[in-house]
């Protein structure tokens, strides 16, 4: 499902009537429909008729314009409604005056206080003060506004709140949230639904999420890189067909490098979790000074080769369909020289995770490496990695994180999985993918390093960077939602793995 920012809504506004011809007028009129749908269908669905009075409190720009069209509409339905403006009506857009004169000689009820509204008979409220054309912070009348409305939905115990497009106050392209921002039950949309809806804090205050129709085949403009929803509609697509001959050395040889001595249950949980995945063959690579106790803990199915120097392993990656760095591969020079080396010199698919990103800190030394390469790499830093690698600061970033994870993946060509909550996953030709699985049993230890190792198995199935990322994220968190649906937490980053093979099956019917 695609996602929309605030610069393609206001694309999309603008090309329909160039292209069609046919006004935006026209548009709001169907978005206005669409609220008064889900206005009708919530009345005649609840029991309790005498909150039968809706209220919609709006502001001068289009936001407010839709609530008007919603209004005018409920009155055909004899659903009555009252209306608080807030703002100078002359200095509204004209779509909003248009509006607002055409519901003035209507049964329309406007108010000037929303003291003179009958709280005791309200059932829905609408708030159309700001959508996507919001400036900034919440200024100080609206978040006194927003307080007062505050106080009549819990005097009256008002449950339904509902926002028209996106709530006042939510940031459409990064989800920050201004001070005096309420909570809704519900957001009614329009097209598709807004960045700021799927990332933290915006996310946590849209409530349900509805999405109406423009009325116009808007996915047919042309508007660059895309953003999407990771789900399993999208993943159902890419997942892996394996011929019925196909045989162990088919299915891909992948070698995973890591380990250290005081981190060994890292590089095991990625080589087993690509064994779980279905690679033909998986090889573990680590130092010396650990091979004998993680020859003890891994399971059989995976082959354990130890190095003493870098140019030991580099010798021994012979038969590599695709490889991973950095689960549990300490902080040291010799890591970076290796990375290095095999940035520069390993021309197959690539995996950078967790220590290896650390080793990559003089980014800037190697970008020419990445740019350079016939195919992407693939990295999976969480925040703190990703600052580490950008440096900039975590609130930073996550203030600008789909803008910051395109930036990067783009300008460095890498495949790039930030993860995060959501996580999402960024693509050198700038399209995006959030992430809408997962849960909360996922904040453990080792998750990061099962991923590592689903996404290196798929890419030595013959999967592409980008694919293997996508399916990769899918796989492992619906792994983990399938777990926490019947052990909330403590089920493992092993745990996960395991189901892995199952997703997959779901995903073929
Ligand atoms: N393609 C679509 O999806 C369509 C969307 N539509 C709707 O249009 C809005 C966007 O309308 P727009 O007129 O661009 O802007 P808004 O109505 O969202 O916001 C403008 C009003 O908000 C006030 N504002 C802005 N920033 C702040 C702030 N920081 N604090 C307080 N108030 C703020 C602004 O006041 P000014 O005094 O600054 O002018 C305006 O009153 C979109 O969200 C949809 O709902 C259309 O229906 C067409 C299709
Ligand atoms: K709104």
Redesign the pocket.
């Known amino acids: 499902m695609r996602i929309l920012s605030k610069k393609e809504?206001n694309y999309?506004?603008e090309q329909i009537p160039l292209r069609t011809g046919l006004p935006?007028a026209l548009?709001?009129e169907n978005?206005g429909r669409g609220i008064a749908e889900e206005i009708i269908n919530s009345i005649n669905s609840t029991n309790n008729k005498s909150a039968s009075h809706v209220v919609f409190i709006c502001?001068?720009?289009?936001?407010?314009?839709?609530g008007l069209v919603a209004a005018r509409q409920l009155l055909e339905y004899k659903i009555p409604s009252y209306v608080f403006i807030h703002?100078d009506i002359l200095?509204g857009?004209d779509l909003f005056r248009t509006q607002y004169t055409a519901c003035q000689s209507l049964d329309i009820k406007f108010v000037n206080s929303m003291k003179d509204i009958p709280w005791h008979s309200v059932g829905i409220v609408l708030e159309g003060?700001?959508?996507?054309?919001?400036?900034?912070?919440?200024?100080d009348p609206?978040q006194q506004l927003l307080e007062e409305l505050h106080h009549w939905l819990t005097e009256y115990n008002i449950e339904n709140l509902w926002a028209?497009?996106?709530p006042a106050g939510v940031q459409t392209n990064s989800g920050q949230v201004s001070k005096g921002t309420l909570t809704y039950t519900k957001t009614i949309t329009?097209?598709a639904s807004k960045l700021g809806m799927h990332l933290y804090p915006g996310t946590s205050y849209c409530g349900e999420i509805s999405i109406k129709p423009?009325g116009v085949p808007w996915e047919s403009i042309n508007m660059g890189p895309h953003v999407h929803t990771l789900d399993k509609d999208l993943v159902c697509k890419l997942s892996p067909i394996r011929p019925s001959n196909a045989h162990k050395g088919v299915n891909g040889h992948a070698h995973i490098i890591g380990g250290s001595k005081s981190m060994i249950g890292a590089p095991i949980m990625a080589a087993e979790a690509c064994v779980y995945t279905g690679a033909g063959k998986t090889t573990l690579h680590v130092p010396t000074d650990c091979i004998l106790p993680v020859q003890c803990k891994i399971m059989p199915e995976t082959m354990v080769q130890s190095f003493e120097t870098n140019a030991d392993l580099l010798l021994s990656l012979t038969d590599c369909t695709a490889m991973a760095i950095g689960p549990g591969l300490g902080r040291s020079k010799e890591a970076e020289s290796l990375l290095t080396s095999l940035v520069s010199s390993f021309e197959g698919p690539l995996v950078i995770d967790a220590d290896g990103l650390y080793a990559l800190h003089e980014l800037r030394a190697t970008k020419q490496y990445f740019i350079d390469r016939n195919r992407s790499v693939i990295m999976t830093p969480h925040i703190g990695e990703f600052a580490h690698l950008t440096g900039q600061s975590i609130p930073y970033i996550q203030s600008h994180y789909v803008d910051m994870a395109r930036e990067f993946s783009m300008a460095y060509n890498v495949t790039l999985v930030l993860k995060g909550i959501p996580s999402i996953i960024a693509l050198p030709s700038g399209n995006i993918y959030i992430n809408t699985l997962g849960n909360s049993g996922m904040g453990t230890g080792g998750m990061g390093d099962t991923l590592t190792g689903i996404i290196v198995s798929l890419l030595a199935q013959g999967m592409n960077e980008d694919t293997a990322a996508i399916l990769g994220v899918y796989l492992h968190s619906a792994s983990a939602d399938f777990l926490h649906h019947t052990k909330p937490i403590g089920y493992t980053p092993s745990d996960v793995g395991k189901g892995i093979g199952y997703i997959l099956k779901q995903l073929q019917v």
């Open positions: 809504t999309i506004d935006l548009v709001m978005v502001g001068t720009g289009n936001n407010g314009a839709d703002g200095k857009t003060l700001i959508g996507t054309g919001l400036t900034s912070d919440l200024r609206t028209i497009d996106i329009f097209g423009l």
